[in-house]
Structures are given as C-alpha cells and as structure tokens.
C-alpha cells in the first residue's frame, strides 16, 4: 500500500505557464515533505522542502503548498522552462520507532514543458 | 555533481555471478542509503548505515549482502539474483539519519539480470 501517491505519471505544460504538481499521503505520521527531480542518467536532485508547521514555502519559481488536513502537497513552478522537464518525486518523512527517520517516495511525475 | 558517486554505471550479470555495487560520498556525511528503483514504482529504502552501523534492513531478501567500511563508503553486493532484481539501484547520504536531512543521490547503477 502506498502512503505517498503520485497520481498523474505525466503532464505537459507550455513553457512560461504554471505547472502543478500533486502528491496525496495517507500516514498522519510524516512532519517533512520534499520534492526532488531527476534529469535521464541522473541521481534525483533535492528541490524544496516543507515542515508541517507550514502550509507554503517559496524558493524562487517554486513554491510548495501543504494542505495537512487533506493530506495533500503541490508543487508549482511559474514560470515553466523547457529546462525543468524532468520527473519529479515527492517524498515524506517520519520518524519511526527507531527514532530514526526514512523517506518515503512516491512514483514521480514526469514533467514536459514545451517550448 | 552532487558529491556521490556510484560504479559501476551500468552491469549486466547473470543469475550465478557474484558483483558488488560501489559507493562514495565525499561530503562528509554520516548516513548513506541503498535504494531500489524499478520501472514505474517508487524508490524503495532497502537499507541505512548510520555512523558506519545498519540502522535499517527494509526486509530485503539475503542474495543482496550491504558493506559499509567507512562513512564514506558503501557497497552492495549482489549474488544468485534473480531477473526482477533488474533496477536502477541509487545510493544516498546525508548529514545523518535523525534530523530532517535532504538526501544526496549518485547518478545510480543500472542492473540487468539475465
């Protein structure tokens, strides 16, 4: 059972437009959300990250929403760039009875941004 | 360039050979992570050292043996796999697997299993 989903495998945006992305969570347990994206041939790259005291965090063309009581973040990006075609992932994290923390990810997005 | 790096880049292996994954960190971190990525599925957490010691074991079958001899090494070593053992295998670190660290990936191992 997935405790993060990622349920669109795909999107396609225009470039200069907006581009959200989702991630659902089921475990009540996770405290900190991230976002990574990964380049083909290449390792996932740390993007942005959310503490669950916060519902919004801005770095530049991205900003993270948190929406705890639906257990829902959003990533969005404006504006777009062909640069940014890439999947993305969301992860969560908790810590768990080791008093240790894990991420846990979900299956991606794959972004397109069309020139 | 994230400071992690993996060899090999890609390995074809057969299901009686014996290989070993390499990782190296060189951003002084304490922590280092395998994970499993196969075709459209989330990466999944096989294990964790922290400080050299196996802080976590994800239930991963035993023909996958890990090895970590410094903080800035780790290995996988593979033997009598099987063909859905087929995946991008990524390793991780971060500063250390307590606080709410971002994780460092290398570019990954691509592994085919015949």
């Known amino acids: 059972d997935q405790q993060v989903k990622q349920n669109s495998p795909s999107l396609s945006v225009q470039e200069g437009r907006i581009s959200i992305l989702n991630c659902d969570y089921t475990?009540?347990?996770?405290?900190?959300f991230l976002w990574y994206k990964k380049y083909p041939a290449e390792g996932p790259t740390f993007l942005i990250s959310?503490?669950?005291?916060?519902d919004k965090n801005e770095d530049g063309r991205f900003t993270v929403f948190l929406n705890k009581s639906a257990k829902h973040l959003s990533l969005h990006i404006v504006p777009s760039q062909p640069g940014d075609s890439a999947v993305y992932f969301c992860?969560?994290?908790?810590?768990?009875?080791?008093?240790?923390?894990?991420?846990?990810f979900g299956s991606g997005t794959r972004l397109q941004v069309q020139p | 360039e994230t400071g992690v790096t993996q060899t090999p880049r890609h390995l074809v292996m057969g299901m009686t050979n014996k290989k070993s994954l390499k990782c190296e960190q060189h951003?002084?971190?304490?922590?280092m992570y395998w994970y499993k990525q196969s075709a459209k599925k989330p990466l999944e957490l096989m294990f964790v050292?922290?400080?050299?010691?196996?802080?976590e074991n994800n239930s991963v079958p035993s023909r996958f043996s890990p090895e970590c001899p410094n903080s800035s090494h780790l290995f996988l070593h593979l033997h009598t796999l099987q063909p859905e053992d087929s995946a991008l295998y990524l390793c991780?670190?971060?500063?250390?697997?307590?606080?709410?660290?971002?994780?460092?990936f290398g570019p990954g191992t691509r592994l085919t299993v015949l």
């Open positions: 991780a670190s971060s500063p250390e697997d307590r606080a709410h660290n971002e994780q460092f």
């Open positions: 992860a969560a994290s908790a810590i768990r009875n080791t008093g240790r923390r894990a991420l846990t």
């Open positions: 951003l002084g971190h304490n922590a």
């Open positions: 050292y922290n400080f050299k010691e196996q802080t």
């Open positions: 959310i503490s669950s005291i916060k």
């Open positions: 475990n009540s347990m996770f405290d900190y």
